[in-house]
């Protein structure tokens, strides 16, 4: 294959080059591009709390998850009016529980 190089080196034989070089050899910036510096320990830090924030949001821990069925009427009156309207239909839940028997 054109571009393909292969060398001998077996995975033992590079597991132990590898090893052989000295911790302070890993890398050294050269001191011309300052995306090529490595990280201090601040820095460093900042970085990955920020990479633990991604994803969704912890949640209140007081909802629960579950599974109903509603009638297709309800659920379109309720999206038809745009994000937020499980929100919106837990608070109509809530505010009709204030005046009436869940039994």
Do not use: C, Y
């Not at 821990?61 to 379109?76: T, Y």
């Not at 009156?77 to 837990?90: E, K, L, S």
């Not at 505010?95 to 039994?103: E, Q, Y």
Request: charged share 30%; proline share 5%.
């Amino acid at each position: 294959m054109a571009g393909l190089k292969v060398n001998s080196l077996r995975r033992k034989q590079v597991a132990a080059a590898v090893r052989a070089i000295p911790t302070e050899k890993d890398f050294v910036w050269d001191g011309q591009d300052e995306d090529d510096r490595p990280l201090n320990k601040a820095e460093m830090l900042t970085g990955m709390a920020a990479a633990k924030k991604r994803g969704r949001p912890v949640g209140s821990g007081n909802k629960e998850q579950v599974s109903v069925r509603f009638d297709q009427d309800v659920l379109a009156a309720f999206r038809a009016a745009g994000p937020g309207w499980q929100t919106r239909m837990n608070a109509a839940l809530k505010d009709w529980l204030k005046t009436h028997s869940p039994a």
